[in-house]
């Protein structure tokens, strides 16, 4: 597996060496890549297929698991929360037997390179750490049976590919026609997975946007994508949101926050569970490598952690909070084979609090 400059969407130091070269952000229009490379030739342009093996548990071992009455309550991280570590100084994680009898195959088109705008067009780390989790819950509890689901800022459209196994309906939502497409073309070629009730939409919602959309756009080139007067109604009874590795750009952050408010506050309650991974940046201002992305993140979210000063201050706060709780990783088996989380995602349950 190679690595190159655009490993992540800005600065990859997964490996963080001393000796390594400070290396600037990347411009809109320079390439990038991920890390995730199943199967990928090299120099290769373009589409490409990849094929993503999944271990599921045996039918009998299922029904055994899905008896569970919680599958996330008992995987967050507290403060006193230890990881285990291998000589390599690694977390040592939980990973499923393989069983050959019982796997699935995802089919996805991605490409192996794309601009900073069009990173949806591939697939990224937290992106399979959160299928992982999707999986967990689906093999462990009935939690994702039936419900109105939104997957936000959705790429490739795997996680939410993987939920219509179980969901009701599976809205799969991301920004612009290329990334839009692409995410249709995988919709069909794994549409033999879902269950058999399943509705899954492929639409446009951008960020930056006014929601619920104000008219529906009915051009050859959006109307495709475009939301119809029903689905944003049936929208509203989403109980769960998803995405995965859309923390990499301060205003985007900020656009992504603002539009979670408008969508979570209405009934019934919704949960967010957010995938990321920390990206590192050498600044001038701290003369060192720093996450500042991920710090401006964590300024959204009321943690179990937060000052008894900031408590006070939003327990008279006449504007809803976002309340985050980590999830301990360690405890979500790697369905997904032959990848390597690394050390830098973390996995987020997120909701909006009054």
Known sequence: MSKT????????????????DVRQPLSSSEQVMSEVHLGCPPNHSGPHLSHFTISLPLPHENSTLRGN??????????????????????????????????HLVLTIQHNITSSIPKVGL??????????????HVMSMSSDFDKV?????????????????RAAKTVFITDHGDEVL???????????????GKA????????WKDSWPPQETDTSPSKGRYSWTQSETEELKKASLLLAADVIYSDDLTDAFFSILKKLMSDNPEKVLYL????????????????????????????????????????????????VGEQIDLRCIPCYVRDYNRGNDVELWK???KS
């Open 5 to 20: 400059v655009g490993a992540t969407i800005l600065i990859d130091c997964m490996e963080r060496k001393v000796e390594e």
């Open 69 to 102: 009455a919680d599958a996330v309550g008992d995987i967050s991280i507290s403060a006193s929360t230890s990881f285990d570590l291998d000589e390599d100084g690694d977390p040592i994680l939980t990973r499923r037997k393989k069983s050959p009898s019982h």
């Open 122 to 135: 591939q697939v990224w780390r937290a992106e399979l750490v959160l299928a992982d989790f999707v999986l």
């Open 148 to 164: 109105v689901a939104l997957e936000l800022g959705a790429g490739t459209g795997l996680v939410g590919i993987l939920l219509a």
């Open 181 to 195: 497409e692409n995410c249709d073309k995988n919709v069909d070629l794994n549409a033999e997975i879902f269950h």
């Open 199 to 206: 509705s899954v939409h492929v639409r446009e919602l951008d």
């Open 275 to 322: 995938a990321m991974e920390k990206r590192y940046n050498f600044t001038l201002d701290d003369l060192d490598v720093v996450a500042n992305g991920y710090s401006h993140f964590r300024s959204y979210l009321i943690t179990e952690k937060a000052d008894d000063a900031r408590c006070n201050l939003l327990d008279s706060a006449s504007e809803p909070f976002f």
């Open 350 to 352: 997120i909701k909006l």
